[in-house]
């Protein structure tokens, strides 16, 4: 769906260029409302499949992390374009801030699995800007 949805995207984009290369006509620009009727429709699909696909829970654990960590570690040794592959799905880019002892390194881990909290997720620290809630 995602994929008939982006060529769709694609062929609006054509005749949209058209239209504006072109000049307008009667005929390019009824092409262009069919194009984006039928790009609304596949986006109102696409939409409601997604929303009926379960939403996981939270499912990140220290143990978890640890894990990947030390299997990136194993997989760095014989393959290390592989293991920096796997890292990447499983944080952000490192940031590293050198200071007069070494680093300060900063990691985030990309959380894709959590759930709103209004379906049952949970968050460690719940504040804002003025301080804990």
Same mark, same amino acid.
């Given at each position: 769906?995602e994929e008939r949805?982006?060529? =769709?995207?694609?062929?609006?984009?054509?005749?949209?260029?058209?239209?504006?290369?072109?000049?307008? &006509?009667?005929?390019?620009?009824?092409?262009?409302? =069919?194009?984006?009727?039928?790009?609304?429709?596949?986006? =109102?699909?696409l939409a409601?499949?997604?929303?009926?696909?379960?939403?996981?829970?939270?499912?990140?654990?220290?143990?978890?992390?640890?894990?990947?960590?030390?299997?990136?570690?194993?997989?760095?040794?014989?393959?290390?374009?592989?293991?920096?592959?796997?890292?990447?799905?499983?944080?952000?880019?490192?940031?590293?801030?050198?200071?007069?002892?070494?680093?300060?390194?900063?990691?985030?881990?990309?959380?894709?699995?959590?759930?709103?909290? &209004?379906?049952?997720?949970?968050?460690?620290?719940? =504040?804002?800007?003025?301080?804990?809630?």
């Amino acid at each position: 769906m995602e994929e008939r949805t982006r060529a =769709q995207e694609a062929r609006v984009e054509k005749v949209g260029r058209l239209l504006v290369e072109v000049g307008a &006509s009667e005929y390019l620009t009824a092409a262009l409302r =069919q194009e984006e009727e039928r790009l609304r429709g596949l986006r =109102q699909r696409l939409a409601e499949a997604r929303r009926k696909l379960p939403v996981p829970g939270a499912k990140l654990a220290v143990e978890r992390v640890a894990e990947v960590v030390r299997d990136v570690a194993v997989l760095a040794n014989t393959d290390p374009l592989e293991a920096r592959r796997a890292l990447g799905e499983a944080i952000e880019p490192v940031v590293m801030m050198p200071t007069a002892d070494g680093y300060d390194v900063e990691v985030t881990l990309k959380n894709t699995t959590a759930a709103p909290i &209004s379906e049952g997720g949970r968050v460690l620290v719940n =504040q804002d800007c003025g301080g804990r809630i």
